[in-house]
């Protein structure tokens, strides 16, 4: 459960700075011809993180730490789907390889709750 709660608290602290680099760098053009839609996405994007990491470092109570992190990781992997699909219209390929690791992460880390919560 360690890697677990370590890998949720990373991937939610890098969410988080990277859209406060995107935002503060003027790397968001949808804020122009989207602003809605981008506002939304940021939104569950910043909401997923929040709850990885409260529920890695916040929630005591272990049956509740492994359902939020549990629903943390549901939500990462819509997030990296959705995310992956911008950049592959884009063609920006890094990103997309960099999003299949942390797909790969949710997914470990979701068996591993699944493993220990059956236990």
Do not use: K
């Amino acid at each position: 459960m360690r890697f677990v709660r370590y890998s949720s608290v990373l991937v939610g602290i890098l969410m988080v700075l990277q859209w406060v680099f995107f935002v503060v760098s003027g790397n968001v053009p949808e804020f122009d011809t989207a602003p809605v839609s981008i506002g939304f996405h940021i939104a569950i994007e910043l909401l997923t993180a929040l709850l990885l990491i409260y529920a890695a470092l916040v929630c005591r109570t272990a049956h509740r730490q492994e359902i939020l992190l549990l629903y943390g990781q549901g939500m990462l992997g819509y997030t990296v789907v959705n995310s992956a699909g911008y950049f592959a219209q884009s063609g920006q390929w890094v990103f997309l390889l960099m999003f299949a690791c942390v797909l790969a992460v949710s997914i470990a880390n979701t068996v591993l709750i699944g493993r220990r919560r059956s236990s």
